[in-house]
């Protein structure tokens, strides 16, 4: 490919330069460049990302233009861009020497203190170059705003994120920042206000009426949440994000037939695609359409094989009909994306104990053990899955490697006391249900809830009752 195909929008003489070069370097002569032609073929190489040709090209230049700041601030760039840091910043100080006004070089600067996390010296030069009336101030201060927050100072992070939306109020990143910042000190309320602000003086940006939905919405205030979001939508019909951001509000009231003429406007768009129709199937499953809740994560899987959210509502949902081979192959798919994820193997492993693969159940309750030990709900089900296919000194046991790990939940004593109470282990349940009560006197209903019929058991009622007399 020649480098008119790869340099298109640039000048005929440009072109020229560079394929000049290019035939210099072919050929093995030495031609004559002036500083313009090898700063726009260092650019030329800078957005091919093409570092070795761009610092062969400003290694010739020096030898025939020795120390041009110009081409020494790209050299610094990319020497910062092939991790040669402490070598870009010996360069740049240099040509502070001579060149402290050229706010490139305190971009250059701040980003390569940034990155070995010198990160007051990063911010001091941003600082500068933002004085020098750089290009992109919004960009400068956003970097700036960057710096705060990786020291938590999110109040200083928000002071130069109005900066940059003073200086461009279209600045989407600036908005999503500034959200962030204000959720990690906890103010949704002056988030509020600051958009409200904002959006009197620039009231088309939907962006910012997206922030206002979504910052509504973490407040619980669903109706001014979906109104902001239909402001974003009327400006920008094409604005995605709002749309599923609308979904969510409208989901938060159970409003699941407007989500999901929602997120059916939304699935148009290609970067909807999977997602979209997941959420469409969750709302069915909430109304009870189960069978078209099944269609919609089936064509979410299609669209996106490797979604294991819809893999795992497939995989409940065959459960609950008892099509377990269905089941199975569902969260086995799961599983593939999210090998890690306890929640997961502990439905592989309820779906197996209900199609009767008791040993294949255990051995996913002992991988979903493994993730998470202190998961107390993966115990008690692993415990019930034993005790219920008559495993008893086994589900005993798990009990007590849960208690051992998890020695503050009085769930699984009162289970523990529920199992020995079952078998007729009277002074053993004794001893659990006393510890037990003593732990947690509020929770004993947890008890009755597993086995309803200790609610006419004379020695658990006495037991019960001395607590409550004390």
């Given amino acids: 490919m020649g480098a008119s ?43 091919k990302q093409d570092w070795v040709k761009a610092l062969d090209a400003i290694e010739y230049s020096k030898k025939l233009h020795p120390f041009v700041p110009r081409l020494l601030v790209k050299e610094a760039d990319l020497l910062g861009a092939t991790g040669q840091h402490e070598e870009a910043l010996e360069l740049i100080a240099r040509i502070e020497l001579i060149e402290h006004r050229n706010p490139e070089l305190f971009l250059i600067k701040g980003s390569l203190l940034s990155e070995i996390n010198s990160t007051d010296k990063a911010i001091a030069a941003y600082i500068r170059a933002a004085d020098l009336s750089c290009e992109a101030k919004d960009e400068v201060y956003i970097s700036i705003a960057y710096e705060y927050q990786n020291l938590e100072k999110f109040e200083k992070a928000i002071e130069y994120l109005k900066h940059a939306l003073q200086t461009n109020p279209a600045n989407e990143d600036a908005l999503y920042e500034i959200g962030f910042c204000f959720e990690q000190i906890d103010k949704p309320d002056q988030m509020i206000t600051f958009l409200q602000a904002f959006l009197d003086e620039h009231p088309y940006c939907d962006h910012a009426w997206n922030s206002l939905g979504s910052a509504e919405l973490r407040q619980g205030n669903h109706g001014n949440a979906i109104d902001a979001f239909d402001y974003a939508l009327a400006i920008n019909e094409d604005f995605v994000t709002a749309y599923f951001n609308k979904g969510s509000a409208l989901i938060a009231t159970d409003r699941f037939i407007e989500a999901i003429e929602i997120y059916e406007q939304s699935v148009s768009f290609d970067i909807a695609g999977s997602l979209a129709y997941h959420q469409i199937g969750y709302c069915h499953e909430q109304l009870g359409n189960f069978d078209k809740a099944i269609v919609m994560y089936n064509k979410a899987t299609k669209i996106d094989n490797e979604f294991a959210e819809s893999w795992i509502s497939l995989a409940r949902l065959y459960s609950d009909k008892n099509k377990h081979v269905e089941a199975i192959y569902a969260v086995k798919k799961a599983l593939e994306k999210e090998e890690d994820n306890s929640e997961y193997w502990c439905l592989y492993a309820h779906i197996q104990g209900k199609a009767g693969l008791i040993e294949e159940a255990k051995l996913a309750y002992d991988k979903a053990i493994e993730i998470d030990l202190f998961n107390v709900d993966t115990w008690l089900s692993y415990s019930d899955l034993l005790f219920q296919n008559d495993y008893f000194d086994e589900s005993i046991d798990v009990l007590n490697n849960g208690i051992k790990n998890n020695p503050s939940a009085a769930k699984l004593y009162y289970r523990l006391g529920a199992y020995f109470i079952s078998v007729g282990y009277e002074t053993d349940a004794e001893d659990v249900l006393y510890h037990a009560l003593t732990m947690d006197f509020e929770k004993h209903d947890q008890l009755f809830e597993f086995m309803p019929q200790a609610k006419s058991n004379l020695f658990i009622l006495d037991l019960i009752n001395s607590f409550k007399e004390a």
């Fill in 5 to 47: 195909e790869n340099y298109d929008n640039d000048s005929e003489q440009d072109l020229t330069s560079i394929e000049k070069y290019n035939d210099m370097i072919f050929k093995r002569k030495s031609y004559y460049f002036d500083i313009d032609e090898f700063e726009m073929i260092v650019n030329y190489y800078l957005e």
